[in-house]
């Protein structure tokens, strides 16, 4: 038997690699996104992270309607060469693809969340935004932790430049009617 000295996705292919790669090559990183051809991996999330996806999966678990699910750390196929990784995404339900599912399509993706972290500023605040409004997902949330508590920033896109607009900024309470009636007390990441 031979072994490789290094694992096949070390090596990019010409042209870069394609959004069926995720599935296809052995080995990857758990939570390994493409984004503009380029695979990128995730490092060691600081609690804080952990515990603004779960305040906000929780909350929009329990207020979604029936037609919406929520999923947290799914991938997106947003064209061939990218497919990034949201933290939280809301879906229709009609299209969950069931329990082999690795990517929803963009057009099954209602909101997407990203919670900024140390290592992927850019990223989320700058580079998936507009993947994401150019895919054409109609909401995005921002999350940033100042002083210890997540503020969420709330866009929603304009069909007609593909970017996304500043509807609000929320810091301890997300009051939201819109991709469907949403209260969630922010303060709550205190008890858990």
Do not use: C
């Amino acid at each position: 038997m031979t072994v490789e000295p290094f694992p096949q996705w070390l090596r990019p292919p010409p042209g870069g690699f394609v959004a069926e790669d995720l599935d296809r090559l052995t080995d990857l990183p758990p939570h390994s996104e493409l984004i503009d051809g380029s695979l990128v991996f995730r490092s060691p999330q600081a609690e804080i992270h952990m515990l603004v996806i779960t305040l906000l999966e929780f909350a929009l678990r329990r207020l979604a309607p029936a037609h919406l699910r929520v999923r947290r750390e799914m991938t997106v196929t947003l064209g061939r060469d990218q497919r990034p990784e949201p933290d939280i995404v809301v879906v229709h339900a009609d299209r969950d693809g069931g329990l082999e599912l690795t990517t929803y399509q963009v057009d099954d993706v209602v909101l997407a969340v990203e919670v900024v972290s140390a290592e992927s500023r850019t990223r989320d605040r700058e580079r998936k935004p507009q993947l994401y409004a150019r895919a054409g997902i109609t909401h995005f949330w921002r999350v940033e932790n100042v002083d210890g508590r997540p503020v969420v920033y709330v866009y929603e896109l304009d069909p007609a430049t593909k970017t996304y607009t500043l509807t609000g900024i929320h810091h301890e309470r997300l009051r939201l009617s819109v991709p469907f009636d949403i209260d969630v007390d922010l303060t709550d990441i205190d008890r858990l």
